[in-house]
């Protein structure tokens, strides 16, 4: 699959009625390369699918769903997952 080629990084989680989940840590990374990141992988997903994205709190908590929304993307989830660990779950 392409996707893996392109982006080592994410990582197929599921798949469901034709909709797949993919995960993406970007936890040791830090703005503005969070979203860049992130936005790279969303490039690469299907209409409908969904990014699982682990990322610190602060700034990257911040900008990831903001930035994300602002780009026409539905942010599902934010949620705390462990420490200063978020994930959010974000729709293409």
């Avoid at 700034?59 to 989830?77: A, D, H, I």
């Amino acid at each position: 699959m392409v996707l893996f080629c392109l982006y080592p990084l994410l990582t197929f989680v599921k798949k469901s009625m034709n909709m797949a989940t993919y995960k993406l840590d970007i936890t040791k990374d830090h703005c503005p390369m969070t979203f860049v990141k992130t936005k790279i992988a969303l490039a690469q997903l299907k209409e409908g699918d969904t990014l699982e994205v682990l990322l610190s709190e602060g700034e990257p908590l911040e900008n990831v769903p903001r930035t994300s929304r602002e780009q026409g993307y539905k942010v599902l989830v934010v949620e705390q997952v462990a420490g200063s660990v978020y994930r959010v779950i974000i729709q293409k």
